[in-house]
């Protein structure tokens, strides 16, 4: 992961935003260390010459001998697979393998190791939901059902739920 003060040069030049030095210097410093930070949690992230992170990032352009033998048959009927390359063009990264996880249980898992990103977000966002929701005065109460509705992607249609109640029986 290379972070270049032209790297943000550029960002900043393709968006046309201008900042003045002071503050330029701060985001920049701000990035160094989030940088540093991620290469002490995750020392393998500039390892991209580990077989297991190549298939990870692009398993359509490697090469089965490269990977151990165990995961060599399975690779080879995803790689083989059309629906599955169509899906790698079209779909994010960790989308493309949580959909094949289980289909290819053992390629698919070595990949969601590679790829701690979006589980240690979703647990930081699930703790955090949780948290909100369990309130001193709520700490009795079965939260399951509120943990899920707070963090599923559907938006619900609320006047679309009212219309259809009635609100009295005796009506």
Not at 122 to 129: A, M
Request: charge should be negative; glycine fraction near 4%.
């Amino acid at each position: 992961m290379q972070l270049h003060s032209s790297t943000f040069d550029i960002a900043l030049e393709n968006k046309g935003i201008q900042l003045d030095g002071g503050f330029k210097i701060e985001v920049e410093t701000h990035l160094r260390l989030l940088k540093q930070e991620l290469e002490r949690y995750f020392p393998d992230l500039n390892c991209t010459e580990l077989a297991e992170w190549k298939m990870t990032r692009n398993p359509f352009r490697i090469t089965v001998d490269i990977l151990p033998d165990d995961l060599q048959e399975e690779f080879l009927e995803m790689q083989c697979s059309s629906a599955a390359k169509d899906d790698f063009e079209t779909m994010l990264l960790t989308d493309f393998w949580a959909k094949y996880m289980p289909i290819y249980k053992n390629v698919g898992g070595v990949a969601m190791r590679i790829l701690p990103f979006s589980s240690t977000y979703l647990c930081e966002s699930g703790f955090s939901t949780l948290v909100n929701i369990k309130t001193q005065h709520r700490n009795k109460l079965d939260c399951g059902a509120d943990v899920r509705c707070a963090l599923s992607a559907t938006k619900p249609k609320i006047k679309l739920l009212v219309s259809q109640k009635q609100l009295h029986s005796s009506h």
